[in-house]
């Protein structure tokens, strides 16, 4: 998927096995999420006691927001055209350098910098890593692929979780020990963040090995190679109601996660006496709604056997609002844990749903790319979410904002529709579909 410069030695699958390939996939999801564990429960409540605003923060986390938006078709298209390897090693790099700045961030222009950061990264890493293990496996097994799609994504969805709650338990235990009188106790996870980040890095180095010759130029991709790539993206989006749906998902599903990531805390810090006691209570929380993903992700091919996965996603994502109306509703700690567990055990089954309607239904030579569309339009949904729910929280309460961030959940299920009418068609193939032909003219494929 890209080739490197004559002489240098290029990284390639190998001998590895198919179980090889999913067991490399998942150690890297593992590296990937822990450090994102140690910041989740700390981030809102340490800007929150640096003084800034619900207000400033939502500002702030929208130019995260704006910044997806407006690279992810570009960063998808260089996946597809130049590797999704070096694409993934960069974005963990610029990442290292946004948890840094978060440290040093007690002004505005310091926070704006550390989103803006994380807007890069995650442009640059919504993609590479799931269309690696796809392809990659593919080539390896083309129908143990297409059979394992909604199993290997559980697994992915397990260790995701199960990564996330170690990172939040280390958190809260670093908040609640305060090992360093000359670093503020919230600071903590945050430099733990960071070293472990150094950690995902290298495992990506070392484990990450791809196909180099079905991609890219010698040196990089042209900028006709990246649009033509973008065009048969958004074209086979456009003639595809499947895709279009699962895009229009994402558009919601993103800003009602919005309120469950950066309100929960603030709606916990209302029941109970400081910021740093909801943080001691959130770390917990925060690793049993990660454990409940857990479950949530490893029961959900059982659920989509039953029911049919676009189905068991739309009853999912449904659940979800539901509890966001629970957290807006209830008065005590207890409830609001309750409730935000159950939220993220929902998630973590609609995710590998999600992911492998989606993967079913893209095509090889652009499936960065495509993942990058819906991680747009999450991100847009996100954006949004943060502007406008930040402002309705501070001006007529956290409770009427969340009811507003659940009726966007509900309003994404019907958006799944198409893909229930579709059924359980079977993975897009590297040499399948007008999909995979609509507007290709870039050489390698």
């Not at 430099?191 to 040196?219: K, Q, Y």
């Not at 003639?239 to 800003?255: C, N, P």
């Not at 999600?354 to 954006?383: D, K």
Request: charged residues 10%; glycine residues 10%; neutral net charge.
């Amino acid at each position: 998927m890209h080739r490197d410069h004559p002489g240098i030695p290029e990284p390639e699958p190998g001998d590895m096995t198919f179980r090889q390939v999913r067991r490399r996939f998942l150690v890297l999801r593992g590296t990937r999420w822990f450090p994102v564990g140690l910041v989740v429960p700390v981030l809102v409540l340490l800007l929150l006691d640096r003084g800034f605003s619900l207000v400033e923060i939502g500002l702030a986390a929208a130019l995260q927001g704006i910044i997806i938006f407006t690279l992810e078709l570009p960063t998808g298209g260089l996946s597809d055209t130049i590797g999704r390897r070096p694409v993934l090693v960069g974005a963990t790099a610029v990442d290292c350098v946004a948890v840094v700045v978060l440290l040093a961030a007690h002004s505005m222009q310091m926070l704006l910098i550390f989103w803006a950061l994380q807007g890069i990264y995650r442009a640059l890493e919504s993609g590479p890593l799931e269309s690696w293990y796809v392809d990659t496996a593919q080539s390896i097994d083309d129908d143990g692929a297409a059979a394992d799609l909604e199993r290997a994504f559980s697994a992915a969805g397990v260790v995701t979780a199960l990564s996330l709650a170690a990172g939040a338990t280390v958190a809260s235990a670093l908040v609640a020990l305060d090992p360093f009188d000359a670093i503020e106790a919230l600071t903590v996870p945050i430099i733990v963040a960071a070293v472990f980040r150094l950690v995902d890095l290298a495992a990506l180095i070392a484990l990450m090995r791809e196909n180099c010759t079905t991609r890219g130029a010698p040196v990089g991709p042209s900028t006709t190679q990246l649009i033509d790539v973008i065009r048969a993206t958004t074209r086979s989006i456009r003639v595809s109601s499947v895709l279009a749906g699962l895009i229009a998902v994402e558009l919601f599903w993103g800003m009602g996660l919005s309120a469950l990531e950066s309100l929960s805390p603030a709606k916990l810090a209302t029941t109970v006496a400081d910021s740093g006691t909801a943080a001691t209570i959130l770390g917990p929380a925060a690793t049993g709604a990660w454990l409940a993903a857990g479950i949530g992700a490893a029961l959900a091919p059982r659920l989509a056997a039953k029911v049919g996965t676009a189905q068991a996603a739309m009853q999912l994502q449904a659940l979800q609002g539901v509890c966001l109306v629970a957290i807006a509703l209830v008065t005590g700690p207890v409830g609001v844990i309750a409730f935000y567990v159950f939220a993220f055990g929902a998630h973590g089954a609609i995710n590998p749903l999600y992911q492998s309607l989606l993967h079913r239904h893209t095509a090889s030579s652009h499936r960065s790319t495509t993942v990058s569309a819906a991680s747009m339009s999450s991100q847009a949904g996100n954006a949004i979410g943060m502007l406008l729910l930040g402002s309705i929280a501070t001006a007529a309460g956290i409770g009427m904002a969340m009811v507003i961030a659940a009726a966007a959940l509900m309003i994404a299920v019907p958006f799944y529709l198409p893909a229930r009418r579709a059924g359980e068609t079977a993975i897009e193939s590297p040499a399948s579909t007008t999909i995979e032909t609509a507007g290709r003219n870039h050489s390698g494929g």
